[in-house]
């Protein structure tokens, strides 16, 4: 039952082979388990979870069930939870307890999902190995020396070790898709927009974005359907009509289903940089693309390398702007000593904050700052232009992007923990996406000569969920790379 | 770049961030490596290339001028450091 999809799990809740509270209990028993080795979770909410399972066992019995009545998830710690502790893996919100939900947190109640608890994270969802959570490092389920990715590391070890069958994620540079890669499972970073970022605390407004992580792309395709639509209180969230994207993946039933699909390959994502085991198995999934009828095309993204010099002066302008809430006034961590009120508000936010945070609101600060605004931010959201152009200019010539979704495997806990730029480089692949506010995916294509997972992204032009979404599947449902396990899941 | 411990000293004072000395050190030298990353940059003409803020470039949705929210003070206070008769308390600010 643990490693069943989403859809064997709602024919089981609606044949009453198990009920909600049973299939709780049960993922909730493998955090009591496993959790204490992985640390995927910063707060487990037994009791919420089976009051949730309860009213999704009545909806049942009512015939009233959606696709998620019953299914359980984990949430990543930076939606707030109403009446739960909401605490971006931060000191700074180490007892915050949200007096909201987030919309995304509403919606999925609405739903009748049940969730389990918050799920580990970067703090403040700035990272990309998890290891700046004050509430400790996550560790990687296929090799509990190994990180497990970051910012949403939690949300990907708890649904690769089957702690849950799904979880939420945000992706502000990689976030959901890096730790998925790492973890060996599916994640998918929808077009900026899509989902509400009401009650998602923010990092950088301008490319923070909700997304969803499952075994594989149907599992994905059913959660993000369920996260998605407009919401009036996130003054960015577009207005137009949900998608079904479950429904998107029925394709045809025939040996070559993605006949016609054209499949760019950047000149620059395959060049120097990515490992070799990593470079062999992207390699082999996209001759399985074509296997399956899709046909490839070189394309260009010249200004790729330049995603990561712009978007780290871009994310960190707008983190600094947006973490001066945390001030020690309103809720929050303040210092026990202080004297007036500048030093209450440096002492609060000294001790509240680690040592990554405090980095990149002080390189935001800077930038922002005058006599560098126009060196340094101006010059950014010009690259951040042309980055997107580029993107624009490659999907003329394909339908959708493919390359490596990470340079390399899960690198070994503490590794580039002491180098931030060892640690930015990482994110080569993924940056770029949210630069441009495209959507991304990506899905797990084989193990390195380590015996970590490897990941492909798929990114699409905007809007393209359902594309990136079927393509996955058609993938899936021809290989078995999704259904690879860890030893503690198996 | 390279930047001197009195300008990091200056962006912490301007993020409300108190650093001690031997902090200052430290996080000197790691922002020196982002900067040296950022730097590159600075090699690309961007020349009429229009700075791109947001990925949704049209204007900002308005909504009716009407109270949407009701008074939840006692929930949202409940979450605050100090607070006293609806007020947060904060050091003495005017004498």
């Known amino acids: 039952m643990i490693n069943a999809s989403l859809p064997e799990l709602r024919r089981a809740l609606d044949a009453r082979q198990i009920s909600a509270v049973e299939l709780a209990g049960l993922f909730l028993d493998r955090i009591d388990a496993l959790n204490p080795a992985l640390n995927a979770f910063i707060t487990v909410d037994r009791e919420g979870a089976l009051a949730a399972a309860r ?239 899709a046909t490839t095309v070189e394309v260009s993204l010249p200004n790729a390398k330049l995603a990561i010099p712009a978007y780290y002066v871009i994310a960190p302008a707008e983190c600094s702007s947006n973490l001066s809430r945390f001030d020690g006034v309103r809720y929050g961590h303040r210092a026990a000593d202080y004297g007036d009120l500048a030093d209450m508000y440096a002492k609060s936010r000294a001790e509240g904050f680690g040592a990554e945070v405090k980095r990149r609101i002080l390189v935001g600060t800077y930038v922002l700052s005058h006599g560098y605004y126009d060196a340094y931010y101006l010059q950014a959201q010009r690259l951040r232009r042309l980055i997107a152009q580029d993107f624009q200019a490659a999907l003329q010539h394909c339908d959708l992007i493919a390359g490596p979704t990470t340079p390399t495997t899960a690198w070994t806990l503490g590794e580039k923990a002491d180098d931030p730029v060892q640690m930015y480089l990482s994110d080569i692949y993924t940056i770029a996406v949210n630069l441009a506010g495209l959507p991304g995916l990506s899905h797990p294509v084989g193990f390195g000569a380590d015996g970590l997972p490897v990941g492909l992204q798929l990114i699409g032009d905007y809007f393209a969920e359902s594309r990136l979404l079927h393509a996955a599947h058609r993938f899936q449902h021809a290989t078995d790379w999704h259904a690879r396990r860890p030893a503690c899941a198996a | 770049m390279s930047l001197s411990n009195d300008q990091v000293g200056h962006i912490a004072r301007l993020a409300r961030i108190a650093l001690s000395d031997t902090e200052l050190e430290a996080t000197r030298a790691k922002l020196d490596g982002i900067f040296g990353l950022i730097e590159q940059m600075q090699a690309v003409d961007t020349t009429g290339v229009e700075p791109m803020s947001h990925p949704q470039e049209f204007p900002t949705r308005l909504r009716p001028d009407v109270v949407t929210e009701t008074d939840r003070r006692d929930a949202f206070q409940k979450v605050a450091p100090q607070t006293e008769a609806g007020l947060y308390l904060v050091p003495k600010v005017i004498e």
């Open chain 1, 55 to 293: 009213a999704a066992d009545a909806r049942i019995a009512a015939g009233s069930a959606g696709p998620l009545t019953g299914i359980p998830l984990a949430h990543k710690d930076v939606f707030c939870t109403e009446g739960v502790l909401t605490t971006c893996g931060s000191k700074m919100l180490a007892n915050f307890v949200s007096p909201y939900d987030a919309h995304v947190v509403s919606l999925l109640e609405a739903a009748g999902a049940v969730s389990l608890g918050k799920a580990n994270m970067d703090e403040f969802a700035m990272g990309s190995s998890n290891e700046s959570s004050y509430f400790g490092a996550v560790k990687n389920p296929w090799n509990l020396g190994r990180i497990p990715g970051g910012s949403s590391g939690g949300s990907a070890a708890a649904v690769a070790a089957r702690l849950a069958p799904i979880a939420t994620g945000t992706d502000t540079g990689g976030s959901v898709r890096q730790p998925a890669a790492y973890c060996g499972i599916t994640g998918i970073k929808p077009t900026y927009g899509l989902v509400s970022r009401y009650g998602m605390i923010a990092y950088a407004s301008s490319l923070d974005q909700g997304g969803a992580f499952g075994a594989s792309a149907e599992d994905c395709a059913l959660l993000l359907g369920a996260m998605t639509g407009f919401d009036a209180r996130d003054s960015t969230s577009l207005e137009r009509p949900t998608e079904d994207y479950a429904a998107a993946l029925a394709g045809p039933a025939c040996a070559r289903p993605l006949e016609g699909l054209r499949i760019g390959l950047p000149r620059e994502f395959f060049a120097e940089g990515m490992s070799d085991d990593v470079r062999a198995a992207v390699e082999a999934a996209v001759e399985q693309y074509r296997v399956l009828g």
